[in-house]
């Protein structure tokens, strides 16, 4: 009787197993069934109040919801900077504006809206476009300066330079561009690489061939460039290894030689430019080997 009781209570505890295990298993498809749903159910909120926007008793709720949603809603605001109401791509302006960072990948609808017919679809565009993280631009700013469009190709590289060291993430892109068979492209790429500083450097060796270019405003260009990238490095020499320590002096040593042959006609502006880093360079080379 006694072994009777105990299996009637092993089998209990077997059946509760089971039971617990059949829990298990079935809870976790009900986990990513209640994500999906969830995730619906948020695109189908976006939807809704992407629609509320037309409405104006309805838009200001309606743009306080989506900006608090952020970036998930992004993708369905730049479908509404389409929309037929201008009232409604204002307010797509607003919240993307409110989200910023996070609604980098509208970055090419808003350089788009800047050419709207609407005035304040533009202005909010300006404005949208100033609350975003200028470095999240670069990667849409480089592909203009393969452009087919000449003035385009200009913008890009202008915009890159007046941005200074936050295009850093562009110099790759930049240093493609000095063999450019557009004299003035290759002007203004010296420039932007000038204007972003030490991430510069290892542009240094191009640019020392740069000065026995066939344009001498090119030639001109990479001096001062030479100097501006070289110069950015003296409040941060502890920041310069050993290895692009030595390499930026020999590429210097070799320009200054270039710009002191009086067959390239440099101006004394432009070879002090590049003098005296070197000399500072070659003092902190110096203090090193002690």
């Known amino acids: ?46 939807n809704y109040h992407i629609q509320r926007l037309k409405h104006p008793q309805h838009r200001s709720a309606a743009i306080d919801y989506l900006a608090k949603v952020g970036k998930p809603a992004v993708p369905a605001l730049i479908t509404a900077l389409e929309d037929s ?10 919240i993307i504006g409110k989200i910023g960072a996070n609604a980098a990948q509208a970055i090419p609808a808003l350089m788009r809206a800047i050419d709207d017919k609407d005035a304040a679809v533009r202005s909010h565009a300006v ?30 590289v202008h915009i890159l330079r007046a941005m200074g060291k936050d295009a850093a993430a562009a110099v790759p892109a930049l240093m493609k561009k000095l ?14 690489l000038g204007s972003i500083g030490k991430a510069a450097t290892p542009a240094i060796p191009t640019l020392v061939k740069r000065l026995q270019d066939t344009d001498e405003t090119v030639r001109h260009s990479a001096a001062y460039a030479l100097g501006d990238i070289t110069s950015s490095w003296q409040e941060n020499l502890n920041q310069l290894s050993t290895k692009e320590l ?23 502006e432009a070879i002090t430019a590049v003098k005296k880093p070197l000399i500072i360079l070659n003092q902190e080379k110096l203090r090193r080997a002690k």
Not at 18 to 28: G, H, K, P, T, V
Not at 179 to 192: G, L, Y
């Open 246 to 268: 030595d390499i930026t002096v020999s590429s210097l040593e070799t320009a200054l030689k270039v710009l002191q042959n009086s067959s390239f006609k440099f101006r004394p």
């Open 1 to 46: 009787m006694l072994v009777t009781r105990y299996t009637h209570k092993q089998r209990l505890n077997v059946i509760v197993s089971q039971i617990a295990i059949a829990c298990i298993c079935l809870s976790s498809p009900l986990v990513i069934i209640n994500a999906t749903s969830a995730q619906s159910q948020t695109a189908t909120q976006i």
């Open 85 to 94: 109401d201008p009232q409604v791509r204002t307010s797509a302006l607003v």
């Open 179 to 192: 063999d450019d068979q557009d004299n003035w492209m290759r002007v203004n790429v010296i420039s932007a």
């Open 127 to 156: 404005q949208a476009i100033a609350k975003i993280d200028r470095k999240a631009y670069i990667p849409y700013i480089v592909v203009g300066l393969d452009s087919k469009n000449q003035q385009e190709r200009y913008g890009a």
